[in-house]
């Protein structure tokens, strides 16, 4: 995959972000850019503080220090009212697809603009579910109930609901933890096709290396607070530093046996 236009008007910029829960210091110095249309993946061990960034980005969590920049803005003053339209730029997948389980479908996709747009027709709902049904690749299954689907069905659903309010931001918290290896694949493709139909930014957090290098345009690697290593797949199988060394060799060893 091409490596992302580093010159590119950065959709999302954090600088200096500094996090910690009373005397837990999670994040320490936290810098990072990532391009419009462009997709970043963040790797880094269990505790690492993945989630707590990606936080930070919808301003579910505020920083003790430094800035969030979301499409030009810093949103760390944000109020209760400017975040909430803030958050209308972003669609979320996380690990769970989160779906309803008494609802079908349809019921499911249209949820986001059943509570935000309530000025749209039935007949305009209809057409908007059918059209981001599409985009993940799922048409006609409107009535069905999510207990019906595959994994990886359920995934794209989500990603159809995530995407209903056009967002310019999705972010993907482990999305393809326990998932088997076809599904996972599947999930990466549904990543790649929401960033070439829709031209989204994207982050993925993953702890799933092959993923991440198969979707990332840039990987980030965060540990100890901060990010040691940031740069394409190919650099960061270059890359020199120890602690991504040691978090990369688990998974060659692994890719070699196998
Ligand atoms: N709201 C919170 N209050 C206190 N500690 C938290 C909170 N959220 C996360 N943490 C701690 O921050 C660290 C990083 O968490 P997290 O970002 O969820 O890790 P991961 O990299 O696995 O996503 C963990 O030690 C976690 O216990
Ligand atoms: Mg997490």
């Known amino acids: ?27 320490s110095g936290i810098n990072l ?11 880094g061990g269990s505790g690492s503080g993945k989630t707590v960034m990606m936080k930070h ?3 579910l969590l505020k920083p003790d220090q430094g800035q969030v920049i979301i499409d030009g803005d810093d949103i760390v003053p944000y109020g209760a009212v400017q975040l909430e339209q803030l958050r209308k730029k972003f669609g979320m997948v996380f690990q769970a697809a989160a779906l309803f389980d008494s609802m079908t479908v349809y019921q499911n ?31 006609g299954i409107e009535e069905r109930y999510p207990a019906d689907l595959s994994g ?15 967002p310019k931001i999705v972010l993907y918290d482990e999305p393809t933890t326990g998932l088997d290896p076809i599904t996972t694949d599947s999930v990466d ?16 957090i993953s702890h799933d290396i ?4 198969k979707v990332a345009d840039n990987v980030a690697f965060l540990s100890q607070g901060v990010i040691v290593e940031q740069g394409t797949p190919a650099q960061l199988r270059h890359s ?5 060394r040691a978090y990369l060799s688990t998974w060659f060893d692994l890719e070699r046996r196998s």
């Open 1 to 27: 995959m091409a490596a992302a236009d580093q010159t590119a008007r950065p959709m999302i910029e954090i600088v200096d972000l500094h996090k910690s829960f009373g005397s837990h210091t999670v994040l």
């Open 33 to 43: 850019k990532v391009p419009q249309g462009s997709t970043l993946v963040i790797l």
């Open 57 to 59: 980005m919808i301003g």
């Open 109 to 139: 996709v249209a949820f986001p603009v059943l509570e935000h747009r309530k000025e749209l027709s039935e007949a305009k709902v209809r057409a908007l579910v059918k059209e981001k049904l599409a985009v993940v690749g799922l048409s």
């Open 152 to 166: 990886g069905m359920r995934k794209r659903v989500g990603l159809a609901r995530a995407i209903m309010l056009e």
């Open 189 to 204: 493709q549904m990543i790649l096709d929401a960033k070439r139909h829709l031209g989204v930014t994207s982050v993925v």
């Open 210 to 213: 092959a993923s991440a290098f």
């Open 240 to 244: 020199t530093n120890p602690a991504l």
